[in-house]
């Protein structure tokens, strides 16, 4: 039997079809523009299913279930998404909505959540009892694993570790606090601080990238010419890393997790992005003699979301 | 019954003899002098519960076990404080120390843990499955219960609640990082900002209510001006309720327990101090449709130290 998982990412929709031992088949992506509103979002997470059935050859009825991970908090028992800040959707029935367009059950959780349970199912927290997964995106989500469970919290909303205050007084966060770490340390922040970096070093490697179109500037971008030894890029790296640390060294005098893991699109820096933090977090917590929280990178590269999403529907159809 | 508890605190050694229902029957205090090392620290332990037993009319026979809460990382099963950035203390054997002075079984703990456990057993968080108590003192510690047990992370440091970073780039904390929480939200800083808003304004009962010996003012004395009307330590007091807001939102969004149990020194200033803490978390939190930790004061009033550290002795005698 397989499964559709979809990643209802604050900047795009990714779908993928998923086999029982969570390898994915096909997969395709499209912006999510969710200006656009719920139903046009929905429209398209329906579209991308179709193409994806039609790409394998296969039928509604080869396919268990349809699972969804999406931003914010889940009422996963009726299916609605209560609210997403990076989304600006608020008690939107994506559940039925779904099924109004294809016949098939729908599982909805929060995508830290779904991306977290897969990398505890398959990945790099498997056998984890107390486990951190980190998702660094266009926001920072998190998936916290007590007793080897998802500690969801009373009200379904536990490890929403991007919104911890690390800058009191900082940036406007979109969910109206300000300074909280997600402003500081999830892909926007990098590729922002690139730019700027960029912009008034015309001579660096950052610049020459995009030919000076700095508004075409990505996350990888910056990681690629640190990578390269591009002093300005190094600088907005390290920088990054300093950031991403001070939150990470923070979760673990929280948490006290065994594993640290991170995933997300700036996670595909890997080692390049896991040595320097390793180091900053080793050189910050405040119990240096003693041990703390192994960190490592998901073992599901870039399709964790999917996965995540797709093993939602297994999980429930146990 | 009895038995004796000892609040180790960063400024000062509380202890009390304590009967089988968690009523101080007798208490000492004296202060921590920690720079003098932990001799003579656990020899003014060893006199205070002496001077107890004196008080009470009672001798070693009545005492079933001592209890002890210190500040850091304790290492429960060997009676071993590993680690206090309070105290300046590492790897203390404090329990067969004390041993050694009074013959009668010790049980060490971290002090919050010690008194969450009280609030736990007696008080404020009974019968809550997920909460959080949270020491307002010297420094601020925490103890988080998981479906009802406390979760004390995989090496023993979890909820070490004072250590994440809300001010990046702010005052050195004693653990090393700079810009804690406890920086801007334990006594001290109330005291710090209350003692520079006193200079600035001779004219303020801030200033009046020490004779302008600023080195003598309080937390209490800001708490108690500021409900006498005072503007300069309403000033400093509603910053203050600013900092521990921040604090408070970034652990709803973290933990989303059920209950936030406020302890320690500065929660002594009661409905005083959490109206307006309420309303500025309330202000605060990310999900405002959704619901949030209820906060709440200790309901042991200064005594949660004692009591908590008295109960480890009962816990492990059961």
């Given at each position: 039997?397989?499964?559709?998982?979809?990643?209802?990412?604050?900047?795009?929709?990714?779908?993928?079809?998923?086999?029982?031992?969570?390898?994915?088949?096909?997969?395709?992506?499209?912006?999510?523009?969710?200006?656009?509103?719920?139903?046009?979002?929905?429209?398209?997470?329906?579209?991308?299913?179709?193409?994806?059935?039609?790409?394998?050859?296969?039928?509604?009825?080869?396919?268990?279930?349809?699972?969804?991970?999406?931003?914010?908090?889940?009422?996963?028992?009726?299916?609605?998404?209560?609210?997403?800040?990076?989304?600006?959707?608020?008690?939107?029935?994506?559940?039925?909505?779904?099924?109004?367009?294809?016949?098939?059950?729908?599982?909805?959780?929060?995508?830290?959540?779904?991306?977290?349970?897969?990398?505890?199912?398959?990945?790099?927290?498997?056998?984890?009892?107390?486990?951190?997964?980190?998702?660094?995106?266009?926001?920072?989500?998190?998936?916290?694993?007590?007793?080897?469970?998802?500690?969801?919290?009373?009200?379904?909303?536990?490890?929403?570790?991007?919104?911890?205050?690390?800058?009191?007084?900082?940036?406007?966060c979109?969910c109206g606090l300000a300074?909280c770490?997600?402003?500081?340390?999830?892909?926007?922040?990098?590729?922002?601080?690139?730019?700027?970096?960029?912009?008034?070093?015309?001579?660096?490697?950052?610049?020459?990238?995009?030919?000076?179109?700095?508004?075409?500037?990505?996350?990888?971008?910056?990681?690629?010419?640190?990578?390269?030894?591009?002093?300005?890029?190094?600088?907005?790296?390290?920088?990054?890393?300093?950031?991403?640390?001070?939150?990470?060294?923070?979760?673990?005098?929280?948490?006290?997790?065994?594993?640290?893991?991170?995933?997300?699109?700036?996670?595909?820096?890997?080692?390049?992005?896991?040595?320097?933090?390793?180091?900053?977090?080793?050189?910050?917590?405040?119990?240096?003699?003693?041990?703390?929280?192994?960190?490592?990178?998901?073992?599901?590269?870039?399709?964790?979301?999917?996965?995540?999403?797709?093993?939602?529907?297994?999980?429930?159809?146990?």
């Amino acid at each position: 039997m397989q499964y559709l998982g979809i990643d209802l990412g604050g900047t795009n929709i990714a779908a993928g079809l998923v086999d029982e031992h969570g390898e994915v088949l096909f997969d395709l992506s499209c912006p999510t523009g969710s200006a656009r509103g719920p139903q046009a979002v929905v429209d398209d997470m329906a579209a991308l299913c179709a193409e994806l059935l039609q790409l394998a050859g296969a039928t509604y009825r080869d396919v268990a279930a349809i699972g969804v991970g999406t931003p914010g908090v889940c009422d996963a028992r009726r299916g609605t998404l209560v609210f997403a800040n990076n989304l600006h959707f608020t008690d939107v029935p994506i559940a039925a909505m779904l099924q109004q367009a294809l016949p098939l059950p729908v599982f909805l959780e929060n995508d830290a959540t779904a991306a977290g349970i897969a990398e505890h199912e398959l990945g790099a927290l498997r056998g984890v009892d107390n486990g951190l997964f980190v998702t660094l995106g266009t926001g920072i989500g998190g998936c916290l694993f007590i007793d080897g469970k998802v500690y969801a919290g009373t009200h379904g909303y536990a490890a929403e570790i991007g919104h911890m205050v690390t800058h009191a007084g900082g940036d406007v966060c979109t969910c109206g606090l300000a300074g909280c770490w997600e402003r500081y340390a999830a892909a926007p922040a990098l590729i922002r601080a690139g730019r700027a970096a960029a912009k008034a070093a015309p001579r660096s490697l950052l610049h020459h990238i995009v030919n000076g179109n700095l508004q075409n500037l990505t996350a990888k971008d910056v990681v690629d010419c640190a990578r390269a030894g591009d002093e300005t890029a190094l600088s907005v790296f390290h920088a990054y890393v300093h950031e991403l640390a001070l939150g990470v060294i923070g979760l673990i005098h929280l948490y006290d997790p065994a594993v640290v893991c991170l995933g997300g699109g700036v996670a595909q820096a890997g080692e390049f992005l896991l040595q320097p933090l390793k180091e900053a977090v080793a050189a910050g917590v405040m119990y240096k003699a003693l041990p703390h929280a192994r960190l490592c990178l998901t073992a599901l590269a870039g399709d964790a979301g999917i996965v995540g999403a797709a093993m939602l529907g297994k999980a429930a159809g146990k």
